[in-house]
């Protein structure tokens, strides 16, 4: 079963501070993503990458830097929270090819005060 | 760009409904289409997929299709039970590794 796992589950920030959101995966996909979802909007792409070392912007990338160290890990940052940016974020991966499934994690719950 | 319209925000049936909700999309080529389901506190997960080749997709009693003329997809079920509401989400990806979603339909069905 393919792992994707997202730390922390649920992040108080304060505003203008510094938040970073990781991602797991234990599945060696080259393809990982960052989604924020809110009601309304669905599931928005921030950030995505296709491989170690590699990062792309997604739809909605302004506030949000990525970092892919490795082909395991793959971290949203931002530099400077705003309440804007509360929100739920789901990290993914999958491989190559587009009929291949993306695997999702469970979320971040991260609320800027 | 590329787009995914999901019209349907919430729907709410019985069960032994007839469930159908409708996407449309926007692109260039021939994307493959997708629909994933996202039940409470989980990720979204794969429940189909529809490339272009074959128009159709089914699992655990859903049904996908696909209309070129039309650029939409569809996803149907004969018969909804307690256990398929969820919020379900369209999806389309298209050239690359970028998977753009729909706004999502929250399905709730009555017992």
């Known amino acids: 079963e393919a792992a994707v796992t997202q730390s922390p589950r649920n992040k108080v920030a304060v505003t203008g501070g510094k938040v970073t959101l990781s991602c797991n995966q234990t599945?060696?996909?080259?393809?990982m993503y960052w989604y924020r979802q809110d009601t309304g909007h669905g599931l928005r792409l921030i950030h995505y990458s296709y491989g170690a070392g590699s990062t792309e912007k997604g739809d909605i990338p302004d506030g949000y830097k990525a970092s892919r160290p490795s082909q395991e890990n793959f971290s949203l940052i931002l530099e400077l929270a705003t309440p804007s940016q509360t929100s739920v974020y789901f990290c993914?991966?999958?491989?190559?090819?587009?009929?291949?499934?993306?695997?999702f994690g469970k979320g971040t719950r991260l609320t800027v005060v | 760009g590329d787009s995914v319209i999901q019209m349907q925000g919430q729907v709410t049936l019985s069960e032994n409904d007839f469930l159908f909700i409708n996407c449309t999309y926007s692109?260039?080529?021939?994307?493959?289409l997708f629909w994933y389901v996202q039940y409470s506190g989980e990720g979204p997960q794969l429940l189909l997929q529809?490339?272009?080749?074959?128009n159709k997709g089914s699992s655990r009693g859903f049904e996908a299709t696909y209309d070129k003329g039309t650029t939409s997809f569809h996803l149907q079920k004969t018969s909804v039970q307690e256990i398929d509401s969820a919020v379900y989400y369209c999806a389309m990806r298209n050239m690359g590794y970028k998977l753009t979603f729909g706004t999502g339909t929250s399905l709730l069905v009555d017992p």
């Open positions: 529809v490339t272009t080749a074959n």
């Open positions: 692109t260039t080529g021939y994307p493959t």
């Open positions: 599945n060696n996909h080259n393809n």
């Open positions: 993914a991966s999958g491989g190559q090819g587009e009929v291949t499934e993306v695997f």
